[in-house]
């Protein structure tokens, strides 16, 4: 790691204990702040932006030296990020190498879910910085520092479960993935349209439960072209094992495209 990804100039607000969550949070786009007199608030909000894409790109390159394809998972709580991440887990055994990186505001749950599958699981909590919604560059670049990334293909970030925050910060990964199960209605790529503009893949998780439900899978997958036409969308359920092996698929595509690219230079 060189000393610019360890420097704690920038970070230092989003990571101070005890910080009252509204002051670390900033939303890309709102401007209510200067018209409301609070230039210097706006001003705070914006060196940390320029802090966390310098950390992201830093992270970019560190990723491109060493061939890793990083994918940020996003949605709300309990959409199925981990769950899925355990049965990919299983299918990609013995075939690549793979590392997580798990956020969570509070507990190591979910990274004790991961631990029989043997893989460098790296938990951060947000409480002790303010107990933040999303994980922020500064955070993934010290996880990153304790990884042996020679050792890892693939690097899956589970962002903290949220369907906003995580979509405002630039973590350098390669692709956002968002997901949105069935149970939580056809409206909310409208209604909470960042992430869907800003991911390259919606899965549309638990499918299995379909059945149960009345909810409609075309408008979903309409709602989420409507925010963004160039989505990818793919269902899936880790219950049934329904569509898992093309999401498999696109990360073995993805893997093996950003080690060609980087045997290319
Ligand atoms: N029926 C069904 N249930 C699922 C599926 N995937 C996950 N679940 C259930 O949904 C609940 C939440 O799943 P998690 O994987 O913990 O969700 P998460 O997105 O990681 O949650 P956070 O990390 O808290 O944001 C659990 O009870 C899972 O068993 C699925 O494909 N089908
Ligand atoms: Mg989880």
Redesign the pocket.
């Known amino acids: 790691m060189d000393e610019d990804m360890s420097r704690t100039e920038s970070p230092g607000p989003l990571r101070r204990p005890g910080a009252a969550p509204s002051a670390l949070r900033w939303h890309r786009g709102h401007d209510h702040g200067v018209a409301g007199g609070r230039r210097d608030e706006v001003d705070v909000h914006r060196h940390l932006q320029d802090a966390n894409d310098r950390h992201a790109d830093r992270i970019r390159r560190l990723l491109a030296e060493h061939a890793v394809f990083a994918a940020n998972l996003m949605?709300s709580?309990?959409?199925?990020?981990?769950?899925?991440l355990e049965a990919t887990l299983a299918r990609l055994e013995g075939e690549m190498r793979v590392a997580v990186i798990e956020g969570?505001i509070e507990t190591t749950a979910?990274a004790d879910r991961l631990a029989p599958f043997g893989i460098p699981v790296v938990q951060i909590n947000t409480g002790p910085f303010g107990g933040d919604c999303h994980l922020a560059a500064p955070l993934i670049a010290s996880a990153i520092e304790s990884l042996d990334l020679h050792q890892v293909d693939l690097l899956v970030v589970?962002n903290v479960?949220n369907l906003v925050c995580p979509a405002e910060f630039d973590i350098g990964e390669d692709r956002k993935v968002v997901?949105l199960s069935v149970t939580e209605g056809e409206d909310k790529p409208l209604k909470y349209p960042l992430m869907f503009h800003e991911a390259s893949l919606a899965l549309v998780?638990?499918v299995?439960?379909l059945p149960h439900l009345d909810v409609d899978l075309a408008l979903i997958r309409a709602n989420i072209h409507k925010v963004n036409p160039e989505a990818e969308v793919l269902t899936?359920?880790?219950?049934t094992g329904e569509g898992l092996d093309t999401w498999v698929e696109w990360l073995r595509h993805a893997v093996q495209t950003k080690r060609t690219g980087a045997d290319a230079h």
């Open positions: 949605s709580p309990g959409s199925g990020k981990t769950t899925l969570d979910d589970e479960g997901l998780t638990k299995d439960l899936v359920s880790a219950k």
